[in-house]
């Protein structure tokens, strides 16, 4: 009896020592993984850079995030892969932002994103090396981006662009132009200015240049963000980067010179594009 309570001992440490060892494999795995915050107004940029990255395999990407991701503890939990209701919901019933994501997509069920559950997602993210949470600055402030240990990148756009969209959208009025204009220039000014905190690296990346140079653009933000050299193949169709290029300018056509004019009256030359 006591040999084979002495065994079943052993065996359990044994158990034990190899759980413990996963464990720590885990953590380590977990700790080699890079989470990047694509950041930028709405309309700035953002969502298409983060298009761009959703294409690389490797990527496990969460676009619209900053819509219920408030703290710097949630941050902390999407690192490690911990996938909470919120998020869960949040995807359910956005699901459009789901099917934007090729980590998410391939677990709606012909297009509907009813079923999903937080261990399934979970699991996408796990098998990713790289984390990409998408969101803008009405929801992120710099006091939390400083907060976070995470590389940042935060896309600048010209603010006619900006504005030319939202107006487009009916999610700003003609006569809301010139006050929203002050405000969000002086925002995207202390967004561009903004550096590097103790916690992170703090990027910021041009639209235009993205819009023209794609592919270009991306290996620049690899190698900064990821201190990578190569590249994913991107499959980038002619129409799309007719697009995206044609999106740089496109402002020119829609925006009438009243608004122009109060743009330029509250922004910066630099914080324009030319």
Same mark, same amino acid.
């Given at each position: 009896?006591?040999?084979?309570?002495?065994?079943?001992?052993?065996?359990?440490?044994?158990?034990? *020592?190899?759980?413990?060892?996963?464990? $720590?494999?885990?953590?380590?795995?977990? =700790? #080699?993984?890079?989470?990047?915050?694509?950041?930028?107004?709405?309309?700035?940029?953002?969502?298409?850079?983060?298009?761009?990255?959703?294409?690389?395999?490797?990527?496990?990407?969460?676009?619209?995030?900053?819509?219920?991701? #408030?703290?710097?503890? $949630?941050? !902390?939990?999407?690192?490690?892969?911990? %996938?909470?209701?919120?998020?869960?919901?949040?995807?359910?019933?956005?699901?459009?932002?789901?099917?934007?994501?090729?980590?998410?997509?391939?677990?709606?069920?012909? =297009?509907?994103?009813?079923?999903?559950?937080?261990? $399934?997602?979970?699991?996408?993210?796990?098998?990713?090396?790289?984390?990409?949470?998408?969101?803008? @600055?009405? !929801?992120?402030?710099?006091?939390? %981006?400083?907060?976070?240990?995470?590389?940042?990148?935060?896309?600048?756009?010209?603010?006619?662009? %900006?504005?030319?969209?939202?107006?487009?959208? *009916?999610?700003?009025?003609?006569?809301?132009?010139?006050?929203?204009?002050?405000?969000?220039?002086?925002?995207? !000014? @202390?967004?561009?200015?903004?550096?590097?905190?103790?916690?992170?690296?703090?990027?910021?990346?041009?639209?235009?240049?993205?819009?023209?140079?794609?592919? @270009?653009?991306?290996?620049?933000?690899?190698?900064?963000?990821?201190?990578?050299?190569?590249?994913? !193949?991107?499959?980038?169709?002619?129409?799309?980067? &007719?697009?995206?290029?044609?999106?740089? &300018?496109?402002?020119?056509?829609?925006?009438?010179?009243?608004?122009?004019?109060?743009?330029?009256?509250?922004?910066?030359? *630099?914080?324009?594009?030319?």
């Amino acid at each position: 009896l006591k040999d084979a309570m002495q065994g079943a001992l052993d065996a359990a440490q044994e158990t034990q *020592g190899e759980e413990e060892e996963e464990k $720590e494999e885990e953590e380590i795995d977990l =700790g #080699k993984r890079t989470h990047i915050v694509v950041l930028s107004e709405r309309k700035g940029g953002g969502e298409e850079v983060g298009r761009l990255l959703n294409q690389d395999e490797g990527v496990f990407y969460l676009p619209g995030i900053s819509s219920i991701l #408030k703290t710097s503890n $949630e941050f !902390d939990q999407l690192a490690h892969c911990d %996938i909470s209701e919120k998020v869960v919901t949040f995807y359910k019933t956005h699901q459009a932002l789901a099917l934007a994501s090729d980590s998410l997509s391939k677990l709606c069920k012909e =297009g509907q994103c009813n079923e999903l559950t937080a261990e $399934e997602i979970s699991t996408e993210c796990l098998a990713r090396h790289v984390s990409v949470l998408q969101g803008n @600055t009405d !929801d992120w402030t710099l006091k939390l %981006i400083d907060s976070l240990s995470m590389e940042i990148a935060y896309v600048s756009r010209d603010a006619r662009a %900006i504005i030319s969209e939202l107006l487009e959208d *009916g999610e700003l009025t003609e006569e809301e132009v010139q006050v929203f204009a002050s405000q969000l220039c002086a925002r995207i !000014d @202390t967004f561009t200015s903004h550096s590097s905190s103790s916690h992170n690296v703090y990027e910021v990346f041009k639209y235009e240049k993205f819009a023209a140079s794609p592919v @270009t653009s991306l290996s620049t933000l690899y190698h900064k963000l990821l201190e990578r050299t190569d590249m994913p !193949d991107l499959t980038l169709t002619k129409d799309y980067k &007719n697009a995206l290029y044609l999106s740089i &300018n496109q402002w020119q056509d829609s925006l009438q010179q009243i608004n122009v004019d109060a743009i330029k009256e509250e922004c910066s030359s *630099g914080l324009l594009d030319r």
